[in-house]
C-alpha cells in the first residue's frame, strides 16, 4: 500500500511543479567557500515572497507582516484541573472564552414552543473545550500555566488556530480517535478534553517528540484518566498505517508535518529551509498524501478525518486533499467526500481571519489584529 500511495504521491509532485529534473541536466552544486550563507529564516522569506505572493496576490503584503510579528496565543483550560476557577481568573484577565461564546451566537435563537437543535453533519463540534484569547487588536500575553491545587497544570498555551481542527472533527461519546502526527501533544491534550473518547491513540513517528508528548500528558491528565481514556502513544511510521488498523477508528486527526510557515521565519533551529534539508521539503507533499491515504484507510467507513497543516501553501493544503481522494478512489474503490465547513466557519470568524478563496477545506491567514495561524484543516467523511 505505502508504495502504491508513494507513486501517486509522486505524480500530484508532478501536477504541483515539483517534478525531478531530468538526469541529463544535474549537477552537483559546488558552493564557493567565500559564497555567502543566507540564514535559514531569510531562505524561508525569499520562498515565501516568490510562491505566495501569487498565491495570495495583494493579501501577501499583510500576511507576510502579520507572520513576522509576535503571534497570538489562547489559554485551554484543562478539565481536569478546577476548570471553572481557572476561568474566572482568566476573565479577570479580560480573555474570553472564544469557543463559547461562538457557539451560544451561532445557535438559532427557538422560536415559540420550540428548542433549538444543534447543527448536523458538518457544522457539529468537539464538545467540552474552553479557548480563552484577548480580543482582536490587544496584544496582552497570558501569565505562564502553573501547576493548580489538583496536582495539573492549568491550563495549556497555543495558538487558538490550532484547536479549529479538533473542534472540526466533531468527537461523538465513546468515540475512538487515532492522532496520527501527535507531537508536540497540543491536540492530543484537546482531544483528550472533549471526554469523548473511548480509546485515543496518538502515534509520532519521532520518539524525542512522543518524549515531549508524553510529558504535556503527565503534566495536564492524571494518571487515571489517562488509563480510563486508554492513551495508547506510538512511534509508528504513520504511512503505514492503514496497513496496521484499518477500518478501526471513527475520527482520526492527521496533522501532518509542514512547513511550519511561521516557525520557518523565526527560528534557526530544526529550521526546514535549512539548506541540507531541501529535499526532505521538496518531498513534503508525498509524505502528506501518504500519510493522508493511511489516515483514511484507518478510519471505519461512516467515519470522520480532519487533515490540517501550518502552513499557507496549497501545494500541501487542497492540492494534498484532492490528490488523495482520487488516489483512494482510483487504487481501493473507496469513496472520500469532503464536508462544507462554511457553517464552522462563520462561527469563528470573529476570532479568526480566514482566507475566502480555498477550494476545499479552511485556512486561517495571519492578521495583524488576530494574529493566529496559518492553519489549514479540511475534514472529510468516508463513505465506503
Known sequence: ?????????????????????????????????TEPKFPATQLALQNFDMTYSVQFGDLWP???????????????????????????ELEQLNARDFVSEAISHGEPEPESGQTTTPPQASGAYSPNLRCFTFARGDVSRFPPARLGSLGVMDYYLMDAASLLPVLALGLQPGD??????????????????????????????????????????????PQDIR??????????????????EGDTYDRVLVDVPCTTDRHSLREEENNIF?????????????LQVQLLAAGLLA????????????????????YV?????????????????????????????????????????E????????????MYFCKMCRLT
Not at 504521491?9 to 549537477?27: E, N, S
Open 1 to 33: 500500500m505505502a508504495a502504491l500511495v508513494g507513486r501517486r504521491a509522486r505524480d500530484v509532485l508532478k501536477r504541483a511543479h515539483f517534478a525531478t529534473v531530468p538526469r541529463r541536466h544535474r549537477h552537483k552544486k559546488k558552493w564557493a567557500a
Open 62 to 88: 499583510s500576511i507576510r507582516v502579520s507572520l513576522l510579528s509576535e503571534q497570538k496565543y489562547g489559554a485551554l483550560v484543562n478539565n481536569f484541573a478546577a476548570w471553572d476557577h481557572v476561568s474566572g
Open 176 to 221: 475512538t480517535v487515532l492522532d496520527l502526527c501527535a507531537a508536540p501533544g497540543g491536540k492530543t491534550l484537546a482531544l483528550l478534553q472533549t471526554g469523548c473518547c473511548r480509546n485515543l491513540a496518538a502515534n509520532d513517528l519521532s520518539t524525542s517528540r512522543t518524549g515531549r508528548l508524553q510529558r504535556v500528558l503527565r503534566s495536564y491528565v
Open 227 to 244: 488509563d480510563r481514556n486508554r492513551v495508547r502513544v506510538t512511534s509508528w511510521d504513520g504511512r503505514k498505517w492503514g496497513e496496521l
Open 274 to 286: 535549512q539548506r541540507s534539508r531541501k529535499k526532505e521539503r521538496q518531498m513534503l507533499p508525498m
Open 299 to 318: 478510519t471505519k467507513p461512516g467515519g470522520h478525518i480532519v487533515y490540517s497543516t501550518c502552513s499557507l501553501s496549497h501545494l500541501q493544503n487542497e
Open 321 to 361: 486533499v484532492q490528490g488523495t481522494i482520487e488516489f483512494l478512489a482510483n487504487q481501493y474503490s473507496i469513496k472520500v467526500q469532503v464536508e462544507d465547513l462554511t457553517h464552522f466557519r462563520k462561527l469563528f470568524m470573529d476570532t479568526f481571519s480566514f482566507f475566502p478563496s480555498c477550494q476545499v477545506g
Open 363 to 374: 485556512l486561517v491567514i495571519p492578521n495583524l489584529l488576530a494574529n493566529f495561524g496559518p
